[in-house]
């Protein structure tokens, strides 16, 4: 008689739940075991810069997967399980107690962490982060109820930090954020998107100050490198994330701002996938390498992994695609470009109204990446676009007199 087979799972997030579900989809029917560092199971993360800060949602409501699904499914799930080592040669992971597994095929998917600032008073008892649902219960207090503060610093104007401050407006608080950069999510968007943010910001009394440095943080909020103080009762530093990749390294796979994945999102050692946040990957319609910190590629990513698991020929080429809510402000991306790779931007509808398509075109007119701000069930046109590499007439793609 054979033994079972063995999957093993590192990571207690999305991917790591949509990977236990795609194995048993895939009618896998050996053991999962999946392994997590936090104490609940695996949940989603939008929620907690979203409904979860506006008290319109709770844990329960944004768990990835019911608790029940994996008794059912003969998921082994260990929660606050930090795995410490892999053990390649052996095939083992190490946990907590020393004590180890084996495994036939392990995935990981052990996602980011917050960035976090190297300077005076960054680890105060007034500075915040924010990735789990603790931090978000923290930040939630100080947006309400009796501990609620009247001002809120936030260094960084990227997607958290800008949805922290809408929340935070919304419920009363002054708020001011500081960005080194010129533009709030300048990387992500470029110049033209980046100043529509920062208008949408400014018009709801946000304090944003731009191409700001950081000198440090004290009690009494932050001090600016020109000597500027600016009053806070509570700081959240929202400068990023960086790939949870300590463990891929350690044990020898090749690694860089990520661990590397090919398009069925093995990576150097065949006998090991990786998933979601952590995955750097040679993305085979993009033609290039990326790493995709985005919800949707948590939960996308999974199903290949698992047939890759499985020895079966698969290769994940989804467009990257995310998702922000600011204010009145519902928007959805599309599509891969950055700065100095694209030629313009095309908006097509009303932008000062707050409803529109903005396209990032390249010299050849080609659309790289479609933004629809408050314009819905246009994504799957914006795909049809990206994916045609065929050029387009600018002035027609603007006239929304024609349809898209
Ligand atoms: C506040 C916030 C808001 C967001 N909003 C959006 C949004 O609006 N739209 C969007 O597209 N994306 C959004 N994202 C990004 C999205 O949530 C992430 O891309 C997604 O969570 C990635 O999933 P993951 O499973 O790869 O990693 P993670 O969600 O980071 O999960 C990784 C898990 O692995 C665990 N782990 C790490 N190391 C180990 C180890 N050694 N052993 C065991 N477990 C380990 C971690 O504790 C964690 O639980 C948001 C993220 C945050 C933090």
């Given at each position: 008689?054979?033994?079972?087979?063995?999957?093993?799972?590192?990571?207690?997030?999305?991917?790591?739940?949509?990977l236990?579900?795609a194995l048993?989809a895939s009618?896998f029917?050996?053991?999962?075991?999946?392994?997590?560092?936090?104490?609940?199971?695996?949940?989603?993360?939008?929620?907690?810069?979203?409904?979860?800060?506006?008290?319109?949602?709770?844990?329960?409501?944004?768990?990835?997967?019911?608790?029940?699904?994996?008794?059912?499914?003969?998921?082994?799930?260990?929660?606050?399980?930090?795995?410490?080592?892999?053990?390649?040669?052996?095939?083992?992971?190490?946990?907590?107690?020393?004590?180890?597994?084996?495994?036939?095929?392990?995935a990981?998917?052990?996602?980011?962490?917050?960035?976090?600032?190297?300077?005076?008073?960054?680890?105060?008892?007034?500075?915040?982060?924010?990735?789990?649902?603790?931090?978000?219960?923290?930040?939630?207090?100080?947006?309400?109820?009796?501990?609620?503060?009247?001002?809120?610093?936030?260094?960084?104007?990227?997607?958290?930090?800008?949805?922290?401050?809408?929340?935070?407006?919304?419920?009363?608080?002054?708020?001011?954020?500081?960005?080194?950069?010129?533009?709030?999510?300048?990387?992500?968007?470029?110049?033209?998107?980046?100043?529509?943010?920062?208008?949408?910001?400014?018009?709801?009394?946000?304090?944003?100050?731009?191409?700001?440095?950081?000198?440090?943080?004290?009690?009494?909020?932050?001090?600016?490198?020109?000597?500027?103080?600016?009053?806070?009762?509570?700081?959240?530093?929202?400068?990023?994330?960086?790939?949870?990749?300590?463990?891929?390294?350690?044990?020898?796979?090749?690694?860089?701002?990520?661990?590397?994945v090919d398009a069925g999102l093995r990576?150097?050692?065949?006998?090991?996938v990786?998933v979601?946040?952590?995955?750097?990957q040679?993305?085979p319609?993009?033609?290039?390498?990326?790493?995709?910190?985005?919800?949707?590629?948590?939960?996308n990513q999974p199903a290949v992994a698992a047939a890759t698991m499985l020895g079966k020929p698969a290769e994940y080429d989804r467009?990257?695609?995310?998702?922000?809510?600011?204010?009145?402000?519902?928007?959805?991306?599309?599509?891969?470009?950055?700065?100095?790779?694209?030629?313009?931007?095309?908006?097509?509808?009303?932008?000062?109204?707050?409803?529109?398509?903005?396209?990032?075109?390249?010299?050849?007119?080609?659309?790289?990446?479609?933004?629809?701000?408050?314009?819905?069930?246009?994504?799957?046109?914006?795909?049809?676009?990206?994916?045609?590499?065929?050029?387009?007439?600018?002035?027609?793609?603007?006239?929304?007199?024609?349809?898209?």
């Open positions: 008689m054979t033994s079972e087979r063995h999957f093993v799972i590192v990571g207690g997030g999305l991917a790591a739940a949509k236990a579900e048993r009618d029917e050996g053991q999962v075991t999946l392994l997590g560092a936090e104490d609940h199971l695996p949940y989603e993360r939008p929620p907690l810069s979203k409904d979860h800060l506006f008290g319109k949602k709770d844990l329960a409501d944004f768990v990835a997967v019911p608790g029940e699904w994996y008794r059912d499914h003969r998921i082994d799930v260990r929660l606050g399980t930090a795995v410490r080592a892999i053990d390649r040669a052996a095939k083992t992971v190490t946990l907590p107690d020393d004590s180890t597994l084996t495994y036939d095929k392990l990981l998917a052990t996602g980011s962490a917050p960035r976090r600032l190297d300077l005076p008073g960054a680890d105060g008892a007034n500075v915040y982060q924010l990735r789990t649902i603790e931090d978000s219960d923290a930040i939630l207090g100080l947006l309400s109820g009796t501990a609620k503060i009247g001002r809120l610093a936030i260094v960084g104007a990227g997607w958290i930090g800008l949805e922290v401050a809408a929340a935070a407006r919304s419920a009363g608080v002054e708020v001011t954020v500081v960005e080194s950069a010129e533009l709030p999510l300048l990387g992500a968007l470029g110049p033209e998107m980046g100043e529509f943010f920062a208008q949408l910001h400014r018009d709801n009394g946000v304090d944003l100050r731009l191409g700001a440095e950081l000198a440090g943080i004290d009690a009494d909020g932050i001090r600016l490198g020109d000597g500027t103080a600016i009053a806070a009762d509570a700081v959240l530093v929202a400068i990023g994330a960086t790939p949870a990749v300590e463990l891929a390294r350690a044990a020898g796979l090749d690694v860089d701002n990520g661990v590397l990576t150097s050692d065949p006998d090991i990786a979601g946040d952590i995955a750097a040679d993305h319609r993009l033609h290039r390498r990326i790493r995709v910190e985005h919800w949707a590629n948590a939960l467009l990257p695609y995310f998702f922000t809510d600011q204010y009145d402000v519902g928007m959805e991306y599309t599509g891969y470009t950055a700065p100095g790779e694209y030629e313009r931007v095309v908006v097509r509808g009303d932008q000062a109204g707050r409803e529109f398509v903005a396209f990032w075109l390249d010299a050849q007119d080609r659309v790289l990446a479609g933004m629809n701000v408050n314009v819905w069930d246009v994504t799957d046109r914006i795909k049809e676009l990206i994916s045609s590499g065929a050029p387009v007439d600018p002035e027609r793609l603007a006239d929304t007199a024609l349809d898209l």
